[in-house]
């Protein structure tokens, strides 16, 4: 699976939109893009995925560039329970090797 | 839907004791994965099973461990014998090999200390 590059840590006013970036220049034709956030002493979440389209759910938005070296994913209202490390991760779906590889994540800090 | 379901969500024991984390994955899901996590290494995959078939236990850190996937809905991990750099939390995730979604979804974890 393709390597990401996350910021370390983000701060965010609450309410204010949380735009946290992903670099993956190395990601294959067939790799998602796959986030996920672990609040503090919690499993990770899922919170979205995509291939090239931009992807919108009830949690947040997915922007993915036309090359697709680079997402970005977007919590349009932070508030402070989105504080939370979040994980950009790109992987090959629907074969046996189905398996997450976690980096090191974004520490995402919501502020009053 | 109850989740993942991870049991005991906490395990304190000695050195040298076997350790035994049990998982219920979500119903109807068919793949199984069991991670680790600490602050040094972060999480990290220790094995994976698709239909109660183990694939890829190259990420097991030694002879110590291992796990089972008796039927679909239960799986453990054991550690024999447990040793204080064992000590870590250690998730476990279900979810189904489909073309479009395939996402994984955690249970609360164990935190074990091993003294």
């Known amino acids: 699976d393709a390597k990401t590059t996350q910021p370390t840590s983000m701060d965010c006013a609450e309410g204010r939109a949380a735009n946290l970036p992903c670099n993956h220049s190395?990601?294959?034709?067939?790799?998602?893009v796959y986030w996920y956030r672990q609040i503090h002493s919690q499993g990770p979440q899922y919170i979205i995925h995509?291939?090239?389209n931009n992807e919108t759910n009830e949690m947040a938005s997915l922007i993915i560039t036309e090359d697709r070296k680079s997402s970005t994913l977007i919590l349009p209202h932070a508030t402070l329970r989105d504080t939370a490390v979040y994980y950009c991760?790109?992987?090959?779906?629907?074969?046996?090797?189905?398996?997450?590889?976690f980096g090191g994540g974004t520490r995402l800090m919501v502020k009053p | 839907d109850a989740g993942v379901i991870q049991s005991p969500r906490h395990e304190v024991t000695e050195m040298g004791q076997e350790v035994t984390l049990r998982c219920k994955p979500i119903?109807?899901?068919?793949?199984l994965f069991w991670y680790r996590q600490t602050m040094m290494r972060g999480l990290e995959l220790l094995i994976y099973?698709?239909?109660?078939?183990?694939?890829?236990d190259s990420g097991m850190p030694e002879d110590r461990f291992s796990a089972k996937m008796p039927n679909a809905s239960f799986s453990t991990l054991k550690i024999q014998p447990s040793e204080p750099r064992d000590s870590a939390v250690y998730f476990c995730?279900?979810?189904?090999?489909?073309?479009?979604?395939?996402?994984?979804?955690f249970g609360p974890g164990t935190r074990l200390t091993v003294l």
């Open positions: 119903s109807g899901h068919n793949s």
């Open positions: 991760i790109v992987r090959v779906v629907g074969n046996a090797g189905n398996m997450l590889t």
């Open positions: 995730a279900s979810g189904t090999q489909a073309s479009s979604t395939d996402t994984q979804y």
């Open positions: 099973f698709n239909n109660n078939v183990p694939i890829d």
């Open positions: 190395t990601i294959s034709g067939n790799e998602y």
């Open positions: 995509g291939l090239k």
